[in-house]
């Protein structure tokens, strides 16, 4: 029986749900009718622009980012989708802070929502660092799909995990 990672919490009827849409090579076909196209957002500054863009929406009064870009180093399959890092220097008297967000490579050929969901996710953390009730409320106040997104890129990550890419850039 196939291990699926990424449904690990998951009840045994989902994932039970899931191994016959893969069996039945039915999964691709579900993401692509659901998500039928992927998105725009290329380069490193278009990415910056778009995180900014929701951020100003939603946490104007969260600490500005200094940098936000697509990091072909992380590695979803081990670590993680994104990263939020915050960095404290002296300068002078004072303290400075930067926030910078990575979002994994993997994410510039995906559907716009799921983008949308990774860089919401790493936007919630310049207000609320730990994954607790406040930061899945952040989430869904900024995304109200937060949490269909993220079961939906878990699909998504298992069926490129066991078939390979299912969009083409």
Same mark, same amino acid.
């Given at each position: 029986?196939?291990?699926?990672?990424?449904?690990?919490?998951?009840?045994?009827?989902?994932?039970?749900?899931?191994?016959?849409?893969?069996?039945?090579?039915?999964?691709?076909?579900?993401?692509?009718?659901?998500?039928?196209?992927?998105?725009?957002?290329?380069?490193?500054?278009?990415?910056?622009?778009?995180?900014?863009?929701?951020?100003?929406?939603?946490?104007?009064?969260?600490?500005?980012?200094?940098?936000?870009?697509?990091?072909?180093?992380? %590695?979803? &399959?081990?670590? !993680?989708?994104?990263?939020?890092? +915050?960095?404290? $220097?002296?300068?002078?008297?004072? @303290?400075? =802070?930067?926030?910078?967000?990575?979002?994994?490579?993997?994410?510039?050929?995906?559907?716009?929502?799921?983008?949308?969901?990774?860089?919401?996710?790493?936007?919630?953390?310049?207000?609320?660092?730990?994954?607790?009730?406040?930061?899945?409320?952040?989430? %869904?106040? &900024?995304?109200? !799909?937060?949490?269909?997104?993220? +079961?939906?890129? $878990?699909?998504?990550?298992?069926? @490129?995990? =066991?078939?390979?890419?299912?969009?083409?850039?």
């Amino acid at each position: 029986m196939q291990r699926l990672s990424y449904l690990a919490g998951y009840s045994e009827k989902i994932v039970d749900q899931v191994r016959r849409l893969l069996a039945e090579g039915r999964l691709g076909d579900h993401l692509r009718q659901k998500y039928p196209a992927g998105h725009e957002i290329r380069t490193d500054r278009a990415l910056y622009d778009y995180a900014v863009a929701i951020k100003n929406e939603f946490l104007r009064t969260a600490p500005p980012l200094s940098k936000v870009r697509y990091d072909g180093r992380i %590695n979803v &399959i081990n670590d !993680a989708l994104g990263l939020h890092t +915050f960095v404290s $220097r002296v300068q002078g008297g004072k @303290l400075k =802070a930067k926030h910078e967000i990575r979002i994994a490579a993997l994410f510039k050929e995906t559907p716009p929502e799921f983008l949308r969901m990774i860089v919401v996710h790493e936007l919630a953390h310049l207000k609320e660092k730990s994954h607790d009730k406040a930061f899945y409320q952040l989430c %869904n106040h &900024i995304e109200p !799909a937060y949490h269909q997104l993220e +079961f939906d890129l $878990r699909l998504y990550l298992t069926y @490129l995990e =066991a078939v390979g890419p299912l969009y083409i850039a």
